[in-house]
């Protein structure tokens, strides 16, 4: 069964930094990228970041690039993203999820349950 | 980039069928889209994708063919029948463009299907 599993979410204070990690079973985890996606209260999803499944290629949304970092270790079967420089926007609900390149679409195919992340002074 | 389009709201009455639209910006009106489904406090999960043809590949695990979609022109559309109490949901759409380091994945902002 596929399974991703993300933790590290926290309140903390306007500008202080964040780790959250997504651990993942049930598959060839190597074969896969992985992203990160978030909803924050009341609003839609949005993409955050993408990791390839060699971790040689990094993609970050525009709201985060220079922030957030994306990384992975294939031995462990973990990714990571490192928030830093934490706004009262980028409170919501963090998801990692796998991506499934088909049919020339990058697909999330599976997703975690959620690491919440709240930014508040 | 991509933009898409979803209307906030939408309901229907057990056992009734409701179709929910995402709506690509001109430019991009043939692109394939995703279809997601989240429920209350969950992770999202994947239904199916759909381009200008229909459905593309195969639907995610354990999704119902009481789902099905189209697509037409710069739409893509998700149609639910014989409602259950179970679908109230945020429907999600989203779509991708580029390749590195200009890759951006885009999601509308979501419709919230009531049942009544």
């Known amino acids: 069964e596929v399974q991703l599993v993300e933790s590290g979410g926290d309140l903390v204070q306007p500008g202080e930094s964040l780790r959250l990690s997504c651990v993942a079973s049930g598959f060839h985890f190597y074969n896969f990228a992985i992203s990160w996606v978030r909803r924050a209260p009341g609003k839609g999803l949005e993409w955050v970041a993408s990791v390839s499944d060699k971790g040689d290629y990094t993609y970050y949304a525009d709201s985060v690039r220079g922030r957030f970092s994306i990384s992975r270790d294939n031995s462990w079967n973990t990714v990571s993203l490192q928030l830093n420089s934490l706004r009262a926007e980028d409170t919501a609900m963090y998801y990692c999820?796998?991506?499934?390149?088909?049919?020339?679409?990058?697909?999330?195919?599976?997703w975690g349950q959620g690491t919440l992340v709240a930014v508040s002074s | 980039q991509p933009v898409l389009t979803q209307p906030p709201s939408a309901s229907a009455s057990l056992g009734a069928s409701v179709t929910l639209t995402c709506t690509l910006n001109s430019d991009y009106r043939n692109y394939k889209v995703d279809w997601y489904q989240q429920r209350p406090g969950k992770g999202p999960l994947f239904l199916m994708r759909?381009?200008?043809?229909?459905?593309?590949?195969s639907k995610g695990v354990a999704v119902p063919d009481r789902f099905s979609v189209l697509g037409s022109g710069p739409n893509r559309y998700l149609t639910i029948n014989n409602i259950q109490e179970g679908d109230e949901s945020d429907f999600h759409c989203a779509t991708d463009h580029g390749t590195w380091p200009n890759f951006v994945r885009v999601f509308g902002g979501g419709t919230k299907l009531t049942v009544l």
């Open positions: 999820a796998r991506v499934v390149y088909e049919s020339g679409c990058n697909s999330e195919d599976y």
């Open positions: 759909v381009g200008t043809g229909g459905m593309v590949g």
